[in-house]
């Protein structure tokens, strides 16, 4: 199993910034690695659907974002630290929402998936608070 665990949420001020992190430990039975995974940020706000906001490919070149979000948001990622970040900047209170990292194995380094449907493996979240 692969186990992700999300962190660097809290409370912000509208404008401010924050930095999230997902950190990726285990294997499947397969042995795959944090490697052979496409990443994701999704986010959840209160009353709402779980919704995408950012995806990486397994190499970190290719990167897909919610359009509401370009320009604000960046993914990235660390493969030889098995890690994944979300950096957020000019947050709005409407950026509240609890936030979750995901993992989709893919058998192309290229491939970015936006379809929450297919990833196989979520963290718990993180929550993010921007106040007014």
């Known amino acids: 199993q692969v186990q992700l665990v999300e962190s660097g949420g809290g409370l912000v001020q509208a404008g401010g910034s924050l930095r999230l992190s997902c950190t990726a430990s285990g294997r499947t039975t397969s042995g795959r690695t944090f490697r052979s995974y496409a990443m994701g940020w999704f986010r959840q706000a209160p009353g709402k659907e779980r919704d995408i906001v950012a995806a990486?490919?397994?190499?970190?070149?290719?990167?897909r974002y919610a359009d509401s979000l370009k320009g604000r948001f960046t993914i990235s990622r660390d493969n030889a630290n098995n890690m994944v970040y979300l950096e957020m900047s000019e947050l709005k209170p409407e950026d509240t929402a609890v936030y979750y990292c995901?993992?989709?194995?893919?058998?192309?380094?290229?491939?970015?998936?936006?379809?929450?449907?297919?990833?196989?493996?979520w963290g718990q979240g993180t929550q993010v608070t921007v106040s007014s």
């Open positions: 995901a993992a989709v194995y893919t058998p192309l380094t290229i491939i970015v998936q936006t379809l929450q449907r297919e990833y196989d493996y």
């Open positions: 990486i490919s397994r190499d970190g070149f290719n990167t």
